[in-house]
């Protein structure tokens, strides 16, 4: 017989062939393999002495011994490390792959038993004792044959890619030895059976041995095949990753093993479930869903879903809250200590802080503070918690567009947690905290649900004693808990849950009080923020200030506090490079740290010439002012509008072009100039969206300023909504517009008369600083805003 290499070279590595006498045996070590007789099988080689004992075979035309090494971690085996049987077989090809890799392909012929290793080779080599096959056969035997068969061709059922050929040897074979050696062969048996079958001579005993070793792979495989049947209907694409488990834990169940293994947990949850101090109906809800748990395994798909279900109602405060304890006095020093201004806020705080305290079990109203951004809304709610002595939560509503978010998702859903109320006071740990509900004009609708209608029940202190999240599908009480909203635009929070609550306006800041706030709060704020310890920075009052007029313009204080970190930024960079040890900011430092001032007084630019007027605008963020520019050419007529203006200031425009050409003869302008001419109203700032009626006036003071050749005053801004009979019909937002006015530097405004009223909600710093004029007809706002006296036709009625 001569070997086969795919490299095509038969030379022996290592020079000329050894010396083996006839009657040895070389012995090739082998891992985790056993060749039987009659069988053939490729074997992979790679340690140099059984490459050498492969190649001395094939170059003498000689058999090797086939024997299973104990340890396969061990390099060179010796005698006590291979096993004492093993099998003769004949080199049937010997290739050598491209990547070095060394098969043999060896037909088992016979067992042998190891006598010793000879020494003196590089490989081992023995004196063989051949073990010959028992002829013998009797009842006992055909017996074993036909139940080792029957089980074979059964177990065969099981294994994957099985050949009719293989299934056919299995049936016809005849010789019981052989038999024996086949079905051990094939069967995916244990390293250790398999080498158990090969040194088991006696025929009785083997075909035992082997009938023992069928039957435990067949139990193992039914098993299997079993736990695969009942978890294939529940098991998906996200749980795959589970299916072992699953198998696993089948098995250990049916050999009763791991029973009772979570006793432990089950008894720690039943204490905490007594210990939680749940209401009746809560309580025998949770330890329903107890026994659920207790009869699961923890491989069940189902298991973590009641745990954590489990956990949600052990971790919630069912206790009733303690009492608050209310100090007016203290109340009024918190409420002080923590803002400046917002007097009129203050004093309905301390309102609502006094009934409480004299009434604890009453329902007292939801507080929905409403206002810019930047005024202070948020840190109210926690001034009010502090002087309650509870806890403060938030959540954010901004964005929130699924009724999910409120009450929760049900406990069918993977993933499913509670609403966003439940998960706040489960953080809080008390059911009786202040809770602020952020952003309440934020919330939107989808095919998700509203969660403006879940929030109903929640903020109707008649309802939510009973509240229901869809995960817990039980009772919880929320009479106790405070509610607090915000909101930046009241016309979006719906009607229904707007009526549910107290609406406390909080204005803007006038520059006096932003000043006092940057002194109090801001700078020492920004200056731990920025690593600065007192005296090395210094603020003069100046430079706030010109921080409040220059860099900013806003209703809140948010912007300064940023314009203020910025120059506690520049001022930590010189100090940590050792340039200086500290510094006192004026106003002539400004420049050179935030740059060039961003605003101006514009009034004066934009108001010098006929045709333009100021007007006053509310937005979300707080008022500011706005410039009605009108221009004539010649033309047909037309009006054009631009500056993104909406439909209702258009047709505000339209009607005051109207009241303009009613009022021609009055102004002295002549009829036929409005056909002779294209009229173009802009609102400058063209990238943003405009709209409402509150324009009316200044539109037609720009147009009848444009038409008469009189400019307006450049110290007067104006605001009011307009009819075809001449009248000025009261808006909103009056407070917010005359704050806008002061920091522009705005001197006289110009009022609806029936809009006096609000002037009682703005600060009395800008009523002091502003001189204000009540209209009843565009008649009198001409009289006040136009720079000649030649027009006006009565005087104005002035506070």
């Keep these: ?86 099998t003769i077989a004949n080199i049937l090809r010997y290739v050598t792959l491209p990547d070095n890799t060394h098969v043999i392909v060896c037909q088992g012929l ?14 081992p080599v023995t004196h063989p004792e051949r073990i010959e096959e028992p002829e013998t056969t009797d009842s006992q035997i055909e017996a074993r044959m036909i139940r080792v068969r029957e089980r074979a061709l059964e177990l065969l059922q099981y294994l994957p890619q099985v050949s009719q050929e293989l299934v056919g040897a299995v049936k016809s074979i005849s010789q019981p030895g052989a038999l ?73 169940k049916e050999l009763g093993e791991g029973d009772g293994s979570n006793s432990v947990e089950i ?81 309905r705080i301390v309102e609502f802080l006094a009934v409480r305290k004299l009434n604890p079990g009453g329902h007292g109203p939801i507080l929905c503070f409403v206002g810019p951004p930047g005024v202070g809304k948020t840190s109210l709610g926690q001034s009010i918690a502090r002087a309650l002595g509870r806890k403060f939560v938030r959540a954010s509503l901004g964005g929130c567009h699924d009724e999910a978010e409120i009450r929760g998702h049900r406990r069918t859903y993977i993933g499913a947690l509670p609403g966003n109320i439940i998960q706040a006071i489960r953080k809080a740990g008390s059911r009786g905290c202040v809770m602020m509900l952020d952003e309440i004009d934020k919330l939107g609708a989808s095919f998700q649900g509203d969660p403006s209608a879940a929030l109903l029940e929640v903020l109707d202190p008649e ?3 009973s509240f229901r999240d869809n995960y817990l599908a039980l009772p919880f009480d929320l009479s106790r808990m405070l509610f607090i909203t915000t909101a930046n635009v ?31 709060y801001l700078v020492g704020r920004q200056m731990v923020q920025n690593g600065l310890h007192e005296g090395q920075i210094e603020f003069a009052p100046a430079a706030l200030q010109a921080i409040i007029r220059d860099y900013t313009r806003e209703a809140g204080v948010r912007s300064l506090e940023r314009e203020i970190g910025a120059v506690c930024r520049r001022v930590a960079v010189e100090i940590a490079e050792g340039q200086r040890a500290g510094m006192q900011v004026g106003e002539a430092d400004l420049a050179g740290i935030l740059g060039a001032g961003r605003y101006d007084n514009e009034v004066a630019l934009r108001t010098g010439l006929a045709g333009v007027a100021t007007g006053l605008a509310w937005t979300p963020v707080g008022g500011d002012i706005l410039f009605v520019e009108a221009s004539r050419t010649i033309g047909d007529g037309r009006l054009i509008l631009t500056g993104q ?35 173009h109203v802009h609102v400058p700032a063209g990238a943003i969206p405009k709209d409402g009626p509150s324009a009316g006036v200044a539109v037609f003071v720009a147009l009848a300023s444009l038409f008469i050749d009189q400019p307006v005053r450049n110290d007067t801004a104006m605001t009011g909504e307009i009819s075809l009979r001449g009248l000025v019909l009261p808006v909103g937002g009056i407070k917010d517009k005359v704050l806008a006015a002061m920091r522009a530097g705005i001197g006289r405004v110009l009022l609806p008369a029936r809009n006096r009223r609000d002037l009682e909600e703005v600060p009395g710093e800008a009523r002091e600083k502003l001189e204000f004029v009540f209209l009843d007809s565009v008649d009198v706002a001409l009289a006040n805003a136009l720079r000649s006296e030649e027009t006006v036709a009565t005087a104005g009625e002035r506070q």
């Excluded at 056993?34 to 003498?60: N, Y």
């Excluded at 023992?212 to 694409?237: H, M, P």
């Excluded at 849950?497 to 306006?505: C, S, V, Y």
């Excluded at 203006?645 to 072009?657: N, R, W």
Aim: net charge negative; glycine share 6%.
């Design 110 to 123: 016979q067992r042998f038993r190891v006598s010793g290793l000879l020494p003196g080779y590089p490989f």
């Design 490 to 520: 009241l016309d979006n929070i719906p009607g229904p849950l707007r009526d549910r609550m107290e609406i406390i306006q909080l204005p803007g800041y006038t520059q006096e009080e932003k000043l006092e706030i940057a002194k109090r």
């Design 267 to 347: 008894e720690s949850l039943r204490k905490a479930i007594v210990e939680a101090a749940m209401p009746q109906e809560v309580e025998a809800q949770a330890s329903k869903e107890l026994r659920r748990l207790e009869r699961m395994t923890d491989a069940s798909a189902e298991y973590s879903m009641v745990r954590a279900y489990l956990d949600w109602l052990i971790e919630l405060p069912w206790r009733e809250p303690a009492p608050d304890s209310i100090e007016i006095a203290e109340a009024r020093r918190i409420l002080e200590a923590d803002h400046f201004g917002l007097s009129q806020v203050k004093k």
């Design 1 to 86: 017989m001569r070997g086969e290499h795919g490299d095509g070279r038969s030379e022996q590595r290592g020079g000329s062939l050894l010396v083996v006498p006839e009657n040895a045996l070389i012995i090739v070590p082998i891992r985790n393999t056993v060749l039987f007789p009659g069988m053939i099988l490729p074997l992979t080689i790679g340690r140099e002495p059984s490459i050498l004992a492969a190649q001395q075979a094939v170059k003498t035309d000689r058999p090797v011994g086939i024997l299973l090494q104990r340890d396969a971690e061990v390099e060179q085996p010796t005698q006590q490390d291979l096993c004492p049987v093993g």
């Design 180 to 252: 024996a050696d086949l079905v051990a062969g094939v069967s995916e048996l244990k390293l250790a059976d398999r080498q158990l079958v090969l040194e088991t001579v006696d025929l009785t005993q083997r075909l035992d041995v082997v009938l023992a070793c069928l039957l435990g792979r067949l139990e193992v495989l039914r098993l299997s095949r079993e736990v695969d049947e009942r978890t294939k209907a529940s098991i998906d694409q996200r749980q795959r990753e589970y299916l072992l488990r699953e198998q696993m834990k089948s098995i250990q």
């Design 645 to 679: 203006l909406g439909e209702v200031m258009k047709e505000s425009a339209q009607a005051a072009l109207t009241l303009v050409k009613t009022h021609a003869g009055s102004l002295g302008i002549d009829a036929g100039s409005f056909e002779k001419s294209d009229v």
């Design 463 to 465: 309802q939510n004693d």
